[in-house]
């Protein structure tokens, strides 16, 4: 320990779990998304499926790494006030309903243009993709409408959040590397 002018400093605290899990959780998630593009490429699957996969990889990455340059910039940024619980979870109900109703239109966009005709792997993927993002997106609005307190119940709220978004994230992007591989499928 360093002692100024008489007082003895305190030593850092160790990171909390909720640390590890914001960072644990996305990096796991970016592996498991970088071994499933090469196990596509193994299988010899689409490649517009393979490169939604590796854009999936490289936003949570991109996250990742913001989230680590977030946290150093929070921990020597000057001392702020949190915002308080009702507006944190007003915040996040808003911008879930968004996300959920981005991905219902987005699904029914799919399911017009489709009609009778037959989806390829990546725009079913994307579907799957879209679905999974609204039922995230459900179970997390009626979390959130609770309340958002316990620093557990936010971490929780950030996890499901990402992840929420992220399935959104990938589910357009199969669409639109689809639309690139095969420009003529949907009319």
């Not at 914001?22 to 970016?30: E, M, N, Q, T």
């Not at 949190?82 to 979870?89: A, R």
């Not at 239109?105 to 679905?131: E, N, P």
Request: glycine share 8%; hydrophobic share 55%; charged share 10%.
């Amino acid at each position: 320990m360093v002692e100024e002018k008489g007082e003895r400093q305190q030593p850092k605290p160790a990171p909390s779990v909720a640390v590890y899990l914001i960072v644990g959780v996305p990096a796991l998630a970016g592996v498991m998304a970088l071994i499933a593009a090469l196990s596509m490429w193994i299988a010899e699957l689409p490649a517009s499926l393979i490169v939604a996969t590796l854009a999936l990889s490289a936003v949570i990455f991109s996250y990742l790494g913001a989230t680590v340059l977030w946290r150093f910039l929070a921990v020597r940024g000057p001392a702020h006030e949190h915002p308080e619980v009702p507006e944190l979870s007003d915040a996040m109900s808003k911008t879930i309903q968004l996300a959920v109703t981005v991905q219902g239109v987005v699904l029914g966009l799919i399911f017009a243009f489709l009609r009778d005709r037959a989806a390829t792997i990546t725009v079913q993927v994307g579907a799957v993709s879209l679905v999974v993002g609204v039922i995230l997106g459900l179970l997390l609005y009626t979390l959130v409408s609770y309340e958002v307190s316990a620093p557990g119940c936010l971490v929780m709220a950030g996890l499901l959040s990402n992840f929420t978004v992220w399935s959104a994230g990938y589910g357009l992007t199969c669409l639109v590397t689809s639309l690139f591989a095969h420009p003529f499928a949907i009319k």
